[in-house]
């Protein structure tokens, strides 16, 4: 097997990756911006929108929100099912464990469709919705480090201390984000500033906030000090510590406005979608990156002699 043809393979492949992983933070977002304009309903059946396949006739801000959300969610089924049918093409050409990685996202796909009818069927049970945040917050951690290392030929790792603070970074951050998502699926900040109930969530989610930001912000801030390698990652980093930044003054918006701006609760919602991803692809890069040729690797014969 050429390892030109190889590279070339891997590239065109994670490049279809990483569209992926965009389309997969899209689709979080508008499933909270539905949450949030309160459309989880809006269409009361399931898979179809009003018996049809797009509900013209009662189309409003609402319906259009959730008619969407299941669009863009078969978009990145079939997108999947494309990549798996790839992988499996290509498989010669292909690290060993790619075609199972993207079989166990199919599966993933899968639950995540049949959790979604639940969500309608059941009226919005809050660990449904819970669970359906996480495995779409799992899809996109997973597929952002699979790009990754598919833009890693050589298949090398970091050091220890980041492989441990870059994963210690991304699973606090994760647990955040569930946090945040069994605070808003049972309304709690809502009722604890209004009657004084529920506070437990809102609570946990505050407090544990400000842990998970020392840690990720330790991450950034001793990444850039050791230098080397992992200095050179530097614009992720400071891409990190602006979205963790940016998503602590959103949080404290949302509650000194009192719930009231829905474009902030989104925003957040989309702010931690990101931090999963970038998250997920510094935790899976390796010293590879940062040197590799791979987007100018070609079977042209014609550039041999730009070799030198």
């Known amino acids: 097997m050429n390892s030109s043809t190889q590279s070339s393979v891997q590239w065109r492949l994670a490049q279809l990756s990483s569209h992926i992983v965009?389309?997969?933070?899209?689709?979080?977002?508008v499933g909270g911006a539905t949450r949030v304009m309160e459309a989880g309903l809006a269409c009361p059946d399931w898979p179809l929108c009003f018996g049809s396949l797009i509900p013209a006739k009662q189309m409003n801000t609402q319906v259009f929100l959730e008619w969407f959300h299941r669009v863009d969610a078969f978009l990145v089924s079939s997108a999947l099912l494309f990549q798996l049918g790839l992988t499996l093409l290509w498989r010669t050409k292909?690290?060993?464990?790619?075609?199972?990685?993207?079989?166990?996202?199919?599966?993933?796909?899968?639950?995540?469709?049949?959790?979604?009818?639940?969500?309608?069927?059941?009226?919005?049970?809050?660990?449904?919705?819970?669970?359906?945040?996480?495995?779409?917050?799992?899809?996109?951690?997973?597929m952002s480090g699979v790009t990754q290392r598919l833009l890693s030929p050589n298949n090398l790792t970091a050091p220890i201390w980041w492989?441990?603070?870059?994963?210690?970074?991304?699973?606090?951050?994760f647990a955040q984000c569930l946090f945040g998502g069994r605070m808003a699926t049972t309304w709690a900040v809502q009722r604890c500033m209004s009657y004084g109930e529920a506070?437990?969530?809102?609570?946990?989610?505050?407090?544990?906030?400000?842990?998970?930001?020392?840690?990720?912000?330790?991450?950034?801030?001793?990444?850039?000090a050791v230098g080397g390698w992992a200095r050179s990652q530097w614009l992720m980093l400071l891409s990190v510590f602006g979205l963790v930044t940016t998503q602590i003054i959103f949080g404290f918006l949302i509650v000194q406005l009192g719930l009231k701006q829905p474009f902030l609760t989104v925003g957040h919602q989309l702010l931690a979608a990101l931090l999963v991803a970038f998250l997920a692809a510094l935790s899976c890069r390796g010293p590879s990156n940062s040197s590799s040729a791979l987007p100018l690797i070609t079977d042209n014969p014609s550039l041999e002699a730009c070799h030198g």
Do not use: E, K
């Open 163 to 173: 492989r441990l603070m870059s994963w210690g970074s991304l699973l606090a951050v």
């Open 94 to 142: 292909l690290p060993r464990w790619l075609p199972v990685v993207y079989g166990v996202l199919v599966v993933f796909v899968v639950l995540q469709g049949a959790l979604g009818a639940l969500t309608v069927l059941d009226l919005l049970p809050s660990g449904v919705v819970t669970s359906h945040l996480a495995l779409g917050l799992t899809l996109v951690a997973t």
């Open 199 to 224: 506070c437990g969530w809102f609570i946990l989610h505050r407090s544990f906030s400000m842990l998970v930001a020392v840690f990720v912000l330790i991450f950034v801030i001793t990444s850039l």
């Open 22 to 29: 965009v389309a997969l933070i899209a689709l979080i977002v």
